[in-house]
Nanobody, 118 residues
Framework: QVQLVESGGGLVQPGGSLRLSCVVS????????MGWYRQAPGNQRELVAS???????NYADSVKGRFTISRDSPRNTVFLRMNNLKPEDTAVYYC????????????WGQGTQVTVSS
């Protein structure tokens, strides 16, 4: 069974940085796209950044210039580097593997909490 496990969340002051990690139990290339999503209380889950197997990253407008998605293929890990964090970035962050082996099935991690507060 495929598992995605996030880590790296925590409490940070405004203007600070965090790096989230998502480790895939198989290969990140089992998926067409790897993505980071977030969900704040009372809000819908939203796309933060995505990284296709082939192609360029895509970012939500609210994080462009501050967040960077990347991967370490040998370690089957996807990262989300978050700089200049703002209180509105507070949410649970989820890793998603999209379209596993072209079956149309997506896999999600359990989420990691990011809280930006002074």
């Amino acid at each position: 069974q495929v598992q995605l496990v996030e880590s790296g969340g925590g409490l940070v002051q405004p203007g600070g940085s965090l790096r989230l990690s998502c480790v895939v139990s198989g290969s990140i290339f089992d998926f067409n796209v790897m993505g980071w999503y977030r969900q704040a209380p009372g809000n819908q889950r939203e796309l933060v950044a995505s990284l296709p197997t082939i192609g360029t990253p895509n970012y939500a407008d609210s994080v462009k210039g501050r967040f960077t998605i990347s991967r370490d293929s040998p370690r089957n890990t996807v990262f989300l580097r978050m700089n200049n964090l703002k209180p509105e970035d507070t949410a649970v962050y989820y890793c998603k593997g999209q379209n596993f082996h072209n079956t149309g099935v997506d896999y999600w991690g359990q989420g990691t909490q990011v809280t930006v507060s002074s």
